[in-house]
């Protein structure tokens, strides 16, 4: 989803030459294949959006599966980056880097300060650990590897798969279906009292070449060397029954609305504090409710095909 969502907009610009593969074409979790790739190209600049993500099902059932993927995928590409000498590489993590009990909104320099939240720490531990890596090659080579972590993403592109989804996603799909069965109820998991931040995924396509195309001197001045990654969100967020609400009235659903206190919250409330990216220029640009209807758009358009 973000990958597509950046290369839409580096194409709109018409001077860079991109290279990309599908996962068919490249499975970035094996490290020949990736080094084939990289001595092939030998690009100037390299965007890891790439990693294997999902929602609390999806961590809870898979946990080897999310800490392997994610580990081996960041280890291979920037290595090997390195090794043909890239000097410039973005990082994509997330905001479940940190622990569940962070002061809200989370601070960059909250990272490594107290207990992840559970149900995605194998996920949120490679994340870390590719910020870290990162770090640790500007530390030992020079060069200009940096790393910004996301809110939650949503927008056309997205996973919409009824298990493996992400909460808003999850949530279109599941009120569609409702809809358009005549169903009288939906049930929704936990207690919707969580608070989430929802960020577009073409701002955060915005966001990331920004922080790309920054001077090396501001973002160092914006930045320490072991703390150097960029929260993007919006600043805002909003409880899940909420976002429930918002679903059902896009969807047109009409019906009830239970919640299934037995199911897991997840961290009760996950919410960015972005002003250090606010400070070197940068603000999310569209609005929570547009997103959410241009998201829906491309569900409808779209949700006969594989890609959902």
């Known amino acids: 989803m973000v990958g597509s969502a950046i290369l839409r907009r580096l194409a709109a610009r018409g001077n860079v030459e991109l290279i990309t593969r599908t996962h068919t074409e490249l499975d970035l979790t094996d490290q020949a294949a990736v080094r084939a790739f990289m001595q092939a190209e030998r690009p100037n600049a390299v965007i890891l959006a790439a990693a294997k993500v999902g929602g609390i099902h999806a961590n809870n059932t898979y946990p080897a599966d999310f800490i392997y993927q994610n580990l081996m995928i960041q280890n291979n590409v920037i290595n090997q980056a390195h090794a043909v000498g890239v000097e410039r590489l973005l990082f994509l993590g997330s905001s479940c880097i940190y622990p569940r009990a962070a002061a809200q909104p989370m601070r960059e320099d909250a990272l490594l300060t107290g207990p992840l939240e559970p149900t995605n720490e194998p996920y949120a531990i490679a994340k870390i650990a590719g910020i870290k890596l990162c770090e640790s090659h500007n530390r030992q080579y020079g060069v200009d590897y940096r790393s910004v972590m996301p809110t939650n993403l949503f927008g056309p592109g997205d996973n919409f798969h009824p298990e493996n989804s ?111 990216l606010a400070a070197m220029g940068w603000k999310a640009q569209t609005p929570f409710d547009d997103a959410l209807q241009a998201t829906y758009r491309w569900y409808l358009y779209n949700k006969d095909s594989r890609r959902t």
Do not use: C
């Not at 005549?182 to 009292?193: D, I």
């Not at 899940?240 to 918002?246: G, K, S």
């Not at 659903?253 to 504090?273: C, E, H, Q, V, W």
């Open 166 to 276: 992400h909460v808003l996603p999850a949530l279109l799909r599941r009120f569609d279906d409702a809809a358009r069965a005549g169903e009288k109820e939906v049930v929704v998991w936990g207690s919707g009292t969580p608070r989430r931040e929802f960020l577009y995924v073409d701002d955060m396509a915005e966001a990331s070449l920004f922080v790309m195309d920054l001077p090396k001197t501001i973002y160092e001045a914006n930045t320490q060397p072991m703390l150097s990654h960029i929260n993007v969100g919006t600043g805002e967020d909003i409880s899940i029954a909420e976002l429930v609400e918002a679903v059902a009235r896009i969807t047109g659903f009409s019906g009830r609305i239970a919640y299934d206190n037995s199911r897991p919250d997840g961290t009760m409330r996950k919410l960015m504090d972005v002003s250090r």
